[in-house]
């Protein structure tokens, strides 16, 4: 820990400091902007020592104004992890335009729970975690099976007793929880401050039973943490083909899951972890816009959300996007993991070419379909085929073909011979 012997001297003697936290802490592992007051964006930075396997100790946050100048550090009380992201929140309503930061480090891979901090910068000298250690161990207080039940007590005092999703069996014993696995920032109650969404999973033998969601809202007066909407969903078993909901680890990053569990509903949505931060950036504002739509759904208790990664290599990324209740509509994302941009489909196929509507026609199997003067907009490749949709009275109607059929009009030979 030796980051956080030097941090506290930073007011007194910040020069000479900078340089050592640097040497301390030598990779940018995520970088936002955050406003710390209505005429005053800072870029904040998250640094620390990357291992060969991916894993980040001494952890430090640094805040630089528009000159790069330092003005302040601190180390968050995480010992480390991995893909490591900052968000900008705001957690109280007011006239003050001052955000905090979110600083998550997932302690595993994708599957595992993660360390979640938000910080306080309204006093740079004394940097504050309004939400720490103790929050982000969760909402589960203790969990064990016995008889075929499920036995869970809660943050709040409530006990509840659970009988498993059909199909599981739990054995008697313990369960696992960990920490908290997701916490998502959002304005519920259009008050001007966010609420946290926390999502804790409940396991036995690395098998999932229950997902455990609250709101968390802090009291700007007294600084507690109040938790409002308490709930347990228990999880049907999964084949080990249906990947809707998985993250994904590929050449460019990772995609991380973030999911919110409410009475009635649920959502879960990709984030993007990289090593190359700017590229990390730009993916997540594109996630975030492709997300945005389907997420207001679930906000407002429409509709659930939940993605499938289709194909991610070092060619292309897409990632379906799911929306609904009892009836689901997609939306295709597709993109260049090395640049971050949109692929669209007239870079995949050369779509003035006379000769491809009509063989697509002849190949299409989906008899609700016909294409006559154009191809849809939305499409997405998974392994080595293509698969176009178009939304035909509320149905989205999805036609697949080979992409070895199609090879005279690929424009992307690459795109051939998938591996992911």
Known sequence: MKIKLMVQGLACSGVFLCSALAAAADTLLAQVPLQLAAEQTVTAELWGDRLPNGYANDLLVMLKDKDKKLLTAYAPSIKGGYNCQLQPVKLWAGKSARQQLLVSAGQGDWRAPGEYRVLSF??????????????????VTQAYAKDGKMHVALIDGNKSDLIPAAGCEVADGKLEYGGIFSLVAHDVDDDGADELL???????????????????KQDKKTKEWK??????????????????????????????????????????????????????????????????????????????????????????????????KSRFIHHQLNVNPKTGEKIRLDEVLNVKDKDL???????????????????????????????????????DQVSGFALGNLHKFLLKKELLNSKS
């Open 122 to 139: 309204a006093n740079k000298k004394k940097v504050r975690e309004v939400f720490g250690a103790a929050e982000s161990m969760g909402l």
């Open 198 to 216: 926390g999502c804790q999973q409940l396991l036995q033998h690395k098998q999932p039973l229950a997902d455990v969601g609250a709101i968390w």
């Open 227 to 324: 938790q409002f909407s308490l709930t347990i969903m228990t999880l049907a078993p999964t084949p080990k083909d249906n990947t809707v909901n998985d993250g994904k680890d590929f050449a460019a990053g990772t995609l991380l899951v973030r999911k919110m569990v409410v009475p009635g509903g649920e959502a879960t949505f990709p984030v993007f972890a990289s090593k190359d931060v700017e590229l990390q950036n730009k993916m997540n504002k594109l996630l975030q816009e492709e997300c945005q739509e389907y997420l207001e759904h679930f906000y407002k208790g429409e509709a659930d959300m939940a993605f499938k990664v289709m194909r991610a290599d070092e060619q292309i990324l897409s990632v379906q996007l799911i929306s609904g």
């Open 357 to 395: 509507l009509p063989l697509l026609n002849v190949l299409n199997t989906n008899k609700n379909v016909v294409y006559k003067d154009k191809l849809p907009d939305e499409w997405y490749i998974e392994g080595d085929n293509l698969f176009l949709m178009q939304r035909t009275d509320g149905v």
